[in-house]
Nanobody, 125 residues
Framework: QVQLTESGGGSVQSGGSLNLSCAAS????????MGWYRQAPGQKRELVAA???????FYGDSVKGRFSISHNSAKNTVDLQMNSLKVEDTAVYYC???????????????????WGQGTQVTVSL
């Protein structure tokens, strides 16, 4: 089992920046990739960004060029730097850890995934 603890998030004006951090503990040796998903009210959960253990990154089309995902192996954390935020980025952001490559393809099979509790990001005009 992998436990995930998220930090960061909050409220910011359009054009601003926020950083989310996700700390992993437990069976981290089993992780193939980690990612950030988000879910806005009435919307399905969507992939924002993912990173493999080898450092390969993947981004959702709506955040390319604005968001950057990185991992700190020494601290077992994955960070999501969000720049040029837009109102439509408002959502609950969830960190996940996947034992398969599903996350980098935009899905996460429940048997192989762990999720954080979620953190709210609100962007206002």
């Amino acid at each position: 089992q992998v436990q995930l603890t998220e930090s960061g998030g909050g409220s910011v004006q359009s054009g601003g920046s926020l950083n989310l951090s996700c700390a992993a503990s437990g069976s981290i040796f089993s992780i193939y990739a980690m990612g950030w998903y988000r879910q806005a009210p009435g919307q399905k959960r969507e992939l924002v960004a993912a990173i493999t253990g080898g450092g390969t990154t993947f981004y959702g089309d709506s955040v390319k060029g604005r968001f950057s995902i990185s991992h700190n192996s020494a601290k077992n954390t994955v960070d999501l730097q969000m720049n040029s935020l837009k109102v439509e980025d408002t959502a609950v952001y969830y960190c996940n850890a996947d034992r398969t490559m599903g996350t980098v393809q935009g899905f996460c099979v429940p048997a192989y995934c762990s999720w954080g509790q979620g953190t709210q990001v609100t962007v206002s005009l």
